[in-house]
């Protein structure tokens, strides 16, 4: 299947296929000087697959994580290319989650201003949100994605089988990300996910479905000035969690947290039924003022205001401008219509 993604700085495509991998190199130009980047836990397999069909590869592995996203890396990687003398005709191959994603793509904009750049996401994250979109990004001074650009892939491959491979725990947690565009933007996925009795049967599906509301959201609102702010929904509090619990819980678990502040109770009721379906967690304890500090951090906050993305019913969102101690009411569940 192909997805044709419109955008100001450079049209491109998604193609979802399983095993694309194997074919690779019908839909990238590989025959240049290829700098694969990966991370040390993604199977080998999938790089021999990839080095195979390059002229010229090189690999540069960053440990696997979101500590690795950082301006270290960046510098060791430019090193690495400037020394094998890759030059503006080359190519860029990110192959892994959005760590990897994020950060090849920020590479692959800086690099001689601007490189080629292939993205092949391995991750449900990466497969239906961060390898669409054009939003690269590093982390610096333990602020997530403060330096980055936007800058879409060349070409997005987007292999299924590889989801095989990944942690069940990273499955389902990239899954919230799915279940968020589901709650916001389209009830009959959000069907799909609550009736599915096996994921890995309905995931082409499910992936297909995700990247058209993508699609959808980034071709309207780019740069996010309106409605791309509705994939930030369950990220407000989202975020504050997973700083609060020091990053031991994952990114889509605090997500699906967060998600739920943001509902009223009835809705709320199905959508921790299909949380605990896949092992997610529903409920966590914390200390209400402490968490609100976290948000105060919050950088996408101005003047102590920041918006939230409120869902009433399935499929429909509101964006609401909200003074951050108001959040106080949605986290006692006691939530302004
Ligand atoms: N650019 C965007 O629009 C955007 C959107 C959402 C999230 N993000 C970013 O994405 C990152 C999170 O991405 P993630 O959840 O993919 O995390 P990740 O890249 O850390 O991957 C999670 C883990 O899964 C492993 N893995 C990935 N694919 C695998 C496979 N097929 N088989 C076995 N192991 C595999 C990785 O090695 C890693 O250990 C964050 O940095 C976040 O900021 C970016």
Redesign the pocket.
């Given at each position: 299947m192909i997805i044709p993604i419109k955008s100001s700085i450079l049209n491109y495509q998604i193609v979802l296929e399983k095993d694309i991998l194997y074919k690779a190199k019908e839909y990238l130009n590989l025959n240049c000087k290829v700098l694969i980047i990966s991370?040390?836990?993604?199977?080998n397999t999938?790089l021999e697959i990839i080095k195979k069909q390059c002229l010229n590869p090189f690999v540069y592995l960053i440990t696997?994580?979101?500590k690795s996203?950082n301006i270290t890396n960046y510098q060791k990687i430019i090193s690495f290319m400037m020394s094998h003398h890759f030059s503006r005709k080359d190519a860029i191959v990110a192959l892994?989650?959005?760590?990897?994603?994020?950060l090849s793509?920020f590479i692959s904009a800086t690099y001689m201003r601007g490189i080629t750049f292939y993205n092949i996401?391995?991750?449900?994250?990466?497969q239906v949100?961060?390898?669409?979109?054009?939003?690269?990004?590093i982390?610096f001074h333990n602020y997530?994605?403060i330096i980055g650009a936007f800058k879409p892939a060349n070409m997005v491959l987007i292999d299924p089988n590889?989801?095989?491979?990944?942690?069940i725990r990273?499955l389902h947690?990239?899954l919230v990300?799915v279940i968020k565009m589901a709650l916001t933007c389209d009830s009959s996925l959000f069907e799909i996910i609550e009736k599915s009795e096996d994921l890995f049967y309905d995931i082409d599906f499910i992936i297909y479905k995700a990247l058209l509301i993508k699609k959808n959201i980034v071709e309207q609102d780019e740069k996010e000035n309106n409605i791309r702010k509705v994939?930030n929904f369950g990220h407000t509090i989202g975020h504050a969690i997973e700083s609060y619990f020091d990053m031991t819980l994952?990114?889509?678990e605090c997500v699906g947290l967060g998600m739920l502040y943001m509902m009223p109770n009835d809705l709320k009721e199905r959508v921790i039924k299909i949380l605990k379906k896949y092992n997610l967690p529903t409920t966590i304890d914390f200390d209400i003022d402490k968490l609100l500090k976290l948000i105060y951090l919050d950088k996408k906050s101005i003047d102590n205001k920041i918006d939230i993305v409120f869902v009433k019913e399935i499929g429909t969102y509101e964006i609401r401008n909200i003074k951050i101690s108001d959040l106080k009411n949605y986290l006692k569940g006691e939530i302004p219509s």
């Amino acid at each position: 299947m192909i997805i044709p993604i419109k955008s100001s700085i450079l049209n491109y495509q998604i193609v979802l296929e399983k095993d694309i991998l194997y074919k690779a190199k019908e839909y990238l130009n590989l025959n240049c000087k290829v700098l694969i980047i990966s991370d040390d836990n993604i199977p080998n397999t999938y790089l021999e697959i990839i080095k195979k069909q390059c002229l010229n590869p090189f690999v540069y592995l960053i440990t696997a994580g979101e500590k690795s996203k950082n301006i270290t890396n960046y510098q060791k990687i430019i090193s690495f290319m400037m020394s094998h003398h890759f030059s503006r005709k080359d190519a860029i191959v990110a192959l892994g989650g959005g760590v990897v994603g994020d950060l090849s793509g920020f590479i692959s904009a800086t690099y001689m201003r601007g490189i080629t750049f292939y993205n092949i996401p391995t991750s449900l994250l990466a497969q239906v949100d961060s390898s669409i979109g054009g939003k690269t990004a590093i982390d610096f001074h333990n602020y997530k994605n403060i330096i980055g650009a936007f800058k879409p892939a060349n070409m997005v491959l987007i292999d299924p089988n590889t989801l095989k491979t990944l942690d069940i725990r990273q499955l389902h947690a990239g899954l919230v990300e799915v279940i968020k565009m589901a709650l916001t933007c389209d009830s009959s996925l959000f069907e799909i996910i609550e009736k599915s009795e096996d994921l890995f049967y309905d995931i082409d599906f499910i992936i297909y479905k995700a990247l058209l509301i993508k699609k959808n959201i980034v071709e309207q609102d780019e740069k996010e000035n309106n409605i791309r702010k509705v994939l930030n929904f369950g990220h407000t509090i989202g975020h504050a969690i997973e700083s609060y619990f020091d990053m031991t819980l994952l990114h889509g678990e605090c997500v699906g947290l967060g998600m739920l502040y943001m509902m009223p109770n009835d809705l709320k009721e199905r959508v921790i039924k299909i949380l605990k379906k896949y092992n997610l967690p529903t409920t966590i304890d914390f200390d209400i003022d402490k968490l609100l500090k976290l948000i105060y951090l919050d950088k996408k906050s101005i003047d102590n205001k920041i918006d939230i993305v409120f869902v009433k019913e399935i499929g429909t969102y509101e964006i609401r401008n909200i003074k951050i101690s108001d959040l106080k009411n949605y986290l006692k569940g006691e939530i302004p219509s």
